[in-house]
């Protein structure tokens, strides 16, 4: 019997390819979408992944990406920089709807629940788009059965940058699966350095100088009860994990939990 030309031509298809479901654009340097997740990874919240797209050799472009969306979420949300000339983000910045992204379902990564001893307060210290793992622990129920206090300090340089975050904290309170867990415990202290807001300046300052701890009405950093995950630029990260040692904290791994635990943001 003759076979029968399928009507629609295949479209070629990517290794590892996810279909992006929404995207979220909030300043010309910043996005965020969501994709959907295969069946095949498993995640703790706050690890990250490769993402891409294809490049115009042929060959798969990856990055690495923290994942925002928590370990039980269907889909994937990720948190994204537009760098103009950027060889992925100057392309992936124009991802709509059922296109098509690469994810190898391969997470790893430091900031994590588990790489942290037992500790009542939990700090979370991102700057840019450092905020993307948070996004994850925040939705985390464990992160809230784990901790009697999260504090999260997110920094950037004017208030817009902010803005992904702020949505997504402010309404943590009401979210159906975590709002009652989240309680009272959560301490929000966002921050701007180029721009006027309610807190201003960098968070290695504003925890050198006791200005958050005034701000907030808590009690100064004790290794005993504080934990802390940090988020940023390289130079963020050198600078506050200086804060942390001074204040007594160890920093931890995977491998042997401590009382603080370091992921880079992005690569200077
Ligand atoms: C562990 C890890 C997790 C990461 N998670 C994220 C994430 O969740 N979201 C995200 O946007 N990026 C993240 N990055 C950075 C990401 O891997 C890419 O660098 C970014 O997507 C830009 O890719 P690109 O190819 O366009 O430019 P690249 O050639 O990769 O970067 C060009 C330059 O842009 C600047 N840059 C890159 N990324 C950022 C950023 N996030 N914020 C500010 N400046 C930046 C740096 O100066 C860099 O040298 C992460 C990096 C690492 C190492
Ligand atoms: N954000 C923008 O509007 C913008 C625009 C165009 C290009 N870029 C480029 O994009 C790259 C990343 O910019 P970004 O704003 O995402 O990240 P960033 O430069 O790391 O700044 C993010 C926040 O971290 C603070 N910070 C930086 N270094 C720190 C340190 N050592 N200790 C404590 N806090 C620190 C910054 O404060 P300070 O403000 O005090 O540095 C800012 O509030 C840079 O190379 C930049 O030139 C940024």
């Known amino acids: 019997m003759d076979q029968i030309a399928p009507a629609v031509k295949a479209t070629p298809t990517l290794p590892d390819a996810q279909t992006v479901t929404s995207v979220t654009h909030y300043t010309d340097r ?21 993402i891409g797209l294809l490049g115009d050799n042929g ?19 990720f948190y994204s920089i537009k760098v103009p000339d950027g060889p992925l983000t100057s392309r992936l910045q124009h991802i709509q709807p059922g296109d098509q992204i690469i994810l190898r379902p391969k997470p790893v990564g430091t900031l ?12 979370m210290l991102a ?41 997504l904290i402010e309404a943590l309170p009401d979210d159906p699966l975590i709002g009652e867990l989240v309680g009272d415990k959560l301490l929000y202290y966002p921050a701007t ?10 968070i ?23 934990r802390a995950m940090v988020c940023g630029s390289l130079a963020f990260n050198l600078d506050i994990k200086k804060v942390l040692e001074n204040a007594g904290l160890n920093e931890g791994a995977n491998s042997s939990p401590a ?4 992921e880079k943001a992005f690569v200077d």
Not at 209 to 226: C, E, M, N, Q, W
């Open 30 to 50: 910043l996005f965020a979408f969501r994709c959907t997740r295969p069946l095949s990874l498993r995640f703790r919240s706050g690890e990250f992944v490769m």
């Open 59 to 77: 060959k798969p472009l990856l990055r690495a990406y923290s994942i925002a969306s928590p370990s039980w979420d269907e889909e994937l949300e």
């Open 112 to 123: 994590v629940l588990d790489a942290l001893l037992p500790g009542k307060r939990l700090w």
């Open 127 to 167: 700057t840019g788009t450092g905020i993307a793992p948070f996004a994850s622990l925040l939705r985390d129920p464990e992160t809230w059965e784990k901790y009697e206090q999260v504090v999260v300090m997110h920094t950037c340089r004017e208030q817009a940058e902010l803005t992904y975050g702020r949505n």
């Open 193 to 202: 350095t180029r721009e006027d807001g309610k807190y201003t300046g960098r």
């Open 204 to 226: 290695t300052d504003n925890l050198s100088s006791g200005k958050v701890f005034a701000d907030l009405g808590i009690a100064l950093l004790d290794p005993a009860t504080d």
């Open 259 to 262: 009382e603080y635990v370091v």
